[in-house]
């Protein structure tokens, strides 16, 4: 069994099952989990860490000098402060900032980070949570354009570093995951006409499967929760 840890940024509904299935696994590494909240899963490491504090990233990446695997599970969609846009008279240009900082900086910052510390001669895989709603040639409906447009960054940011750690770490890939509809706080006032609606359990199962079965050739993509290959 590798000593080498998993590392999990957030521990919400998703990302907290995703880190217990994982400790759950015959022969998984240790598991460590990054969060800004006073707990995580039983078994993980916990490191209390808001992942805009990039000093403390930088810390913590020299005390880990190598990862078995980078799985960032933050994101933002609605606050009491803001909500996504149903049309273009509801873009608030402060709160479109904070969506793409969450949704987009944050998951890069992260990346920059502990994307060098995969090994370079064994696989390995980084992924970050993204979104259909991130796909421009899929968008037909218009609306969320700060979400949309934070995802779509995302992606782009996903695809670009692929091309650099294909080039330091050619057994490693990055992905982006859409988890699909999940009964989480962030999707409830939303899920109401989704065909399907997954437990996180649910989730991070259909998720670990599209992990695994991705090669270094599938880098810089986005899959679905079902394995499908999502558009830019």
């Not at 991130?134 to 979400?147: E, K, M, P, Q, T």
């Amino acid at each position: 069994m590798s000593t080498a840890p998993l590392l999990v940024f957030g521990a919400g509904h998703i990302g907290r099952a995703m880190a217990q299935s994982a400790l759950a696994a015959p022969g998984a590494p240790p598991v460590h989990v990054v969060t800004r909240q006073p707990d995580a899963p039983d078994g993980a490491t916990h490191h209390r860490i808001d992942a805009a504090d990039e000093p403390a990233l930088a810390a913590l990446a020299k005390t880990l000098p190598e990862i078995s695997g980078l799985l960032i599970t933050t994101g933002t969609l609605h606050t009491e402060a803001y909500a996504p846009e149903k049309t273009l008279k509801a873009l608030d240009p402060q709160a479109m900032a904070e969506v793409y900082r969450v949704n987009c900086i944050l998951p890069a910052t992260i990346l920059k980070h502990f994307l060098p510390r995969l090994p370079r001669n064994t696989p390995a895989f980084a992924a970050a949570l993204s979104a259909r709603v991130g796909s421009i040639s899929d968008n037909a409906l218009g609306g969320w354009v700060s979400y949309r447009a934070s995802k779509a960054a995302l992606n782009q940011v996903i695809r670009t570093f692929s091309i650099e750690l294909a080039r330091t770490h050619p057994q490693a890939r990055l992905i982006g995951l859409h988890p699909g509809t999940v009964a989480t706080p962030l999707s409830q006032p939303y899920r109401g006409t989704a065909p399907t609606v997954f437990t996180p359990a649910e989730s991070a199962a259909h998720l670990w499967r599209v992990i695994e079965g991705t090669t270094p050739e599938h880098s810089g993509n986005l899959f679905a929760w079902d394995g499908q290959h999502i558009a830019p």
